[in-house]
């Protein structure tokens, strides 16, 4: 018997479903609010770049309440990410421990402006329905001492299949065992 540690980190996206029952409006209005804001602050000051949602907090022309509210919902996604991966995974492994929870729509954007579709892209990237989770995961294995990969492939394909029909999307980004 032996215990194998593997570092997973994901991108899962909420449902709408599952948000629209604590939120008066859609995250995804937040998201085009803000793509709308960002296109204009990228041609006026003719830059090559979206800047991050934190930024628009310097600015005097756009409502605090917006990115308060912005605040907010990632708030609840990270929240409801995290009790949801909790709740599939933690029968599955020994234990699942989170590293970090990260909402996306307050990363950098990596749409520039002269991208085809831009707008429509910072839009869907403004949206905070999407948190990147970093989980340590460790197993049990009853298998021979040989040092395989088998514990990782494992760990990618059932966090596929318990989280898949719980979130809108389920991407595993990396993974890598641990000692």
Known sequence: MRFDKVLVTINVCLKE??????????AGIIGKTLAGIAGDYARENKTGYY??????????????????S??????????LARETVQSRLRPIFSSVQFQSIQT???S????????????????????????KIELLLTMM????????????IYARKMIFR????????VEVTSSKPCK
């Open 141 to 152: 294995r009853r298998d021979s001492e040989a040092k395989d990969n088998r514990a990782e």
């Open 70 to 79: 912005a605040e907010q919902v990632a708030w609840l996604v990270s929240k």
């Open 108 to 131: 950098m954007p990596k749409t520039r402006p002269n991208q085809k579709d831009a707008i429509e892209q910072l839009a869907r990237h403004y949206t905070p329905d999407t948190v």
């Open 104 to 106: 996306l729509a307050f």
């Open 17 to 26: 479903q599952a948000l629209q029952q604590y939120l008066p409006c859609s």
């Open 51 to 68: 800047p991050a949602i934190d930024f628009f907090k310097t600015l005097d022309s756009v409502d605090p309440g917006l990115i308060e």
């Open 162 to 169: 318990w989280l898949e029909p719980e979130f809108e999307s």
